[in-house]
């Protein structure tokens, strides 16, 4: 297999609906761009009681700085996730594809697909956030976590599950619910991606917590390491996300 033969570029759903028309500006990640239909859940009241929500509940009383809220995070932890996709897909694309499609709603338009369920997982991961955050889910969550208020959010016909598999296609609702949860061994990978260890969650917040309290413990060079993410296939053929390191000679 050649090396041209792994390489898949960005790939859309079909339709003009899911060109990425739309942008917004990120003091972060600088412009983030998105779809007519993201726009629409973006756009869906469940997702905009995000912009109420401050990051980091109660931190603005010490850093004045830190208002800002998991609305605009969550846009970042999108655009993470689409470039990490977007570089394993580039270098690993081929067997990426071939493992996607295993799973029954990603047999078409696999790796389209398979990206803008991570997308969606992405976009979504917090939308189960009370007010106050972190500071007051122990209280107001109790056991379940805002977590298991996300997937339900996600994955229930009330909330977003119809205009999900209707936006975009049957069943991603259903799949965007696990990658939060527990997913499918094929993948496994875009839930890592979202929330692992090496993940775009993390990616965004520490860049974007240090940049609005104003220091620097959180900055670190994203780009390098998105630059060394690879994908490594096991024995019993699920795929997981690694870290390559690598020297380079300049001579």
């Given amino acids: 297999m050649t090396d041209e033969s792994r ?32 726009r629409r859940i973006i756009d869906h009241r469940l997702f905009r009681r995000l912009r109420y929500i401050r990051q980091l509940a109660l931190t603005e009383l010490v850093y004045p700085g830190a208002t800002h809220t998991r609305f605009e995070h969550s846009l970042g932890v999108m655009e993470m996730a689409s470039r990490i996709f977007d570089r394993l897909a580039a270098s690993a694309g081929a067997m990426m594809e071939s493992v996607f499609s295993e799973i029954p709603e990603l047999k078409k338009e696999t790796m389209a697909r398979a990206r803008q369920v991570c997308r969606l997982a992405a976009l979504l991961h917090d939308v189960g956030h009370c007010c106050f955050s972190h500071a007051a889910e122990k209280v107001l969550h ?26 975009f296609f049957d069943g991603c609702a259903k799949l965007v619910a696990s990658l939060i949860g527990d997913s499918a061994p094929q993948i496994q990978i875009l839930s890592e991606i979202v929330s692992g260890q090496i993940d775009a969650d993390r990616t965004d917040y520490l860049l974007r917590d240090s940049h609005h309290c104003g220091v620097d413990y959180g900055r670190f060079d994203y780009r390098r390491l998105i630059e060394c993410l690879t994908v490594w296939q096991d024995q019993e053929g699920m795929s997981r996300l690694l870290l390559k390191l690598s020297m380079v000679s300049l001579s």
């Fill in 7 to 38: 390489f898949r570029q960005p790939q859309f759903l079909s339709g003009s609906e899911h060109e990425p028309t739309h942008r917004l500006r990120c003091a972060v990640h600088g412009f983030i761009r998105y779809s007519s239909a993201e």
């Fill in 142 to 167: 109790k056991e379940s976590g805002h977590e298991k208020l996300s997937i339900d959010l996600i994955s229930k016909s009330d909330f977003l599950a119809d205009e999900i598999n209707r936006f």
